[in-house]
């Protein structure tokens, strides 16, 4: 769950439609039209992570929300056995939280794909994941999706896959001096995961923008 009172807008007269914030969007809160970025409010985290890309200076910025809006998929209709079945298949406790930063559970995530989330994107813009860090909870959107049945090796467009800052992204000197201060967050186990899945996504590991 998340709390929103800002989200991102555009400057039409200084940005230059160079796609570079589409690009780092991760929830898919930015599309290009007529050369111009145009954000989406509805699913726009305020994760900021376009203000960080973008090259002119204030092209992008925050304006506040006119009111504050919750991020949160209720899952109170959903049959509980189904919620903890799907979160069993992905090795996940259906109460923990799989994000340290808006804390959004197991059954959370599990809930907003069986309502329609489909791509990583898609349950960033329903749950609010990745609006913090965004580094960590990467690797347990990808269970999630899976456990549901959703293919998430070649999404349409592949936008997951250049994030500003992925945990694939920490050098594995970091990650297993992480691993060794924090072993119960399995840092070192997602690293490797996720360094497969981009290397089985593109063929090659890519190099991230
Ligand atoms: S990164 Fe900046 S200049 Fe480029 S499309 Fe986005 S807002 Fe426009
Ligand atoms: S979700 Fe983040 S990257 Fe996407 S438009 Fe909103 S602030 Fe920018």
Same mark, same amino acid.
């Given at each position: 769950m998340i709390q929103l009172g800002f989200l991102a807008q555009v400057d039409e007269e200084k940005c230059t439609g160079c796609k570079l914030c589409e690009?780092?969007?991760?929830?898919?809160?930015?599309?290009? *039209?007529?050369? =111009?970025?145009? @954000?989406?409010? +509805? !699913?726009?985290i305020d994760c900021q992570r376009c203000i960080d890309r973008c090259n002119r200076e204030n092209a992008i910025s925050r304006k506040p929300r006119p009111s504050q809006i919750i991020r949160y998929v +209720?899952?109170?209709? @959903? +049959?509980?056995?189904?919620? $903890?079945?799907?979160?069993a298949k992905a090795g996940l406790l259906?109460?923990?939280? @799989? /994000?340290? /930063?808006? !804390? #959004?559970?197991?059954k959370e *995530?599990?809930?907003?794909? =069986?309502?329609?989330?489909? #791509?990583?994107?898609d349950l960033c813009a329903l749950t609010g =994941?990745? *609006?913090? /860090?965004? &580094?960590?909870? &990467?690797? !347990? @959107?990808?269970?999630?999706?899976?456990? /549901?049945?959703?293919?998430?090796?070649?999404p349409p467009d592949r936008r997951w &896959?250049?994030?500003t800052l992925s945990l694939s992204d920490l050098p594995e000197e970091k990650v297993m001096q992480i691993d060794v201060a924090y072993p119960q967050c399995c840092v070192?186990?997602?690293?490797?995961?996720?360094?497969?899945?981009?290397?089985?996504?593109?063929? $090659?590991?890519?190099?991230h923008v």
């Open positions: 690009n780092v969007c991760p929830a898919g809160a930015i599309e290009m *039209a007529a050369n =111009l970025a145009m @954000i989406d409010s +509805d !699913r726009c +209720d899952h109170s209709d @959903i +049959d509980e056995l189904q919620l $903890k079945t799907l979160c259906p109460d923990m939280p @799989i /994000c340290g /930063c808006t !804390r #959004t559970t197991g *995530a599990v809930a907003a794909i =069986l309502k329609g989330a489909k #791509t990583p994107e =994941l990745r *609006a913090g /860090c965004g &580094i960590y909870c &990467i690797t !347990r @959107i990808f269970q999630v999706l899976e456990a /549901c049945g959703v293919d998430v090796d070649n &896959i250049k994030l070192g186990e997602d690293w490797k995961r996720l360094k497969q899945r981009y290397t089985r996504a593109d063929g $090659k590991e890519e190099k």
